[in-house]
């Protein structure tokens, strides 16, 4: 199966959103659109529905039936578009009552024609294009959460695995920043990640490499930046 996640861009063709696959929302925006285009040269059939995102603390996602109130209401749920063709597709929210949260889910736009058809061992499998569009809705006044640091391990000297955990109501991203020193205080390692987007009550993992740097003991400053507080926690290794 393609499946194309968190980017704009087309498998062999076919269709494409051309406005983003993240879009937020503050507590007083409730309404949003997705232009789905077709870039190809025969008609395209697409469907839209909604999933839950379940992230890991990997940074993989899992993809579900929808669980509780619907909040994500779409003007349509399947369209047609002629070559060249791009539709605009308009949503609503409502946030829920009496709560101070940030609301996730996922429309999926999926075309319903094969891009691609392989046959083994006597199975057909069939390729689609299909992207997952993450809406987010920031329910009442938003507030920036704590994070922590979940996790802090050493992987066989190689790389160091850094998991922060989101601690409050909404989501925010973090970047992540690790400076490792020799014992007289002397940098020798600034890794410094990509903003990593957090749910409220879930984590995410920066995994950071160290083979590069020679054998001995040093010391390790760990900073997470969610864009208004500053995390830090310290660290000693042994390489």
């Known amino acids: ?14 269709i494409s959103v051309v406005n983003g696959l993240s879009h937020e929302h503050q507590n007083a925006q409730l309404t949003g659109s997705i232009k789905v285009k077709n870039e190809g040269t025969k008609t395209e059939r697409v469907s839209l529905y909604l999933q839950d995102l379940v992230p890991n603390c990997d940074g993989s996602v899992v993809y579900q039936e929808p669980s509780g109130q619907q909040w994500i209401f779409l003007d ?6 002629g070559a060249g063709e791009e539709v605009e597709v308009k949503y609503s929210l409502v946030p829920f009552k009496e709560r101070e949260t940030s609301q996730w889910q996922v429309v999926m736009v999926e075309a319903e ?3 691609a058809t392989d046959h083994q061992g006597g199975v057909q499998i069939n390729s689609k294009v299909r992207y997952a569009i993450q809406i987010v809705l920031h329910a009442g006044a938003y507030q920036a959460p704590e994070v922590g640091f979940h996790e802090v391990k050493l992987n066989s000297k190689e790389t160091i ?3 922060l955990k989101n601690h409050g109501s909404y989501m925010t991203f973090v970047n992540l920043k690790l400076e490792v020193l020799t014992e007289e205080g002397k940098i020798v390692k600034v890794f410094e990640g990509n903003n990593r987007r957090i749910y409220p009550g879930y984590c995410t993992t920066f995994t ?9 003991k040093y010391a390790g400053v760990l900073v997470a930046d969610n864009g208004k507080d500053l995390y830090g926690s310290h660290l000693l290794l042994e390489l």
């Open 1 to 14: 199966m393609c499946i194309i996640l968190f980017a704009s861009f087309t498998c062999k063709g076919g």
């Open 76 to 81: 349509k749920d399947f369209i047609e578009l």
């Open 113 to 115: 024609d094969p891009i």
């Open 161 to 163: 695995s850094v998991t």
């Open 208 to 216: 950071i490499p160290v083979d590069d740097i020679p054998a001995g």
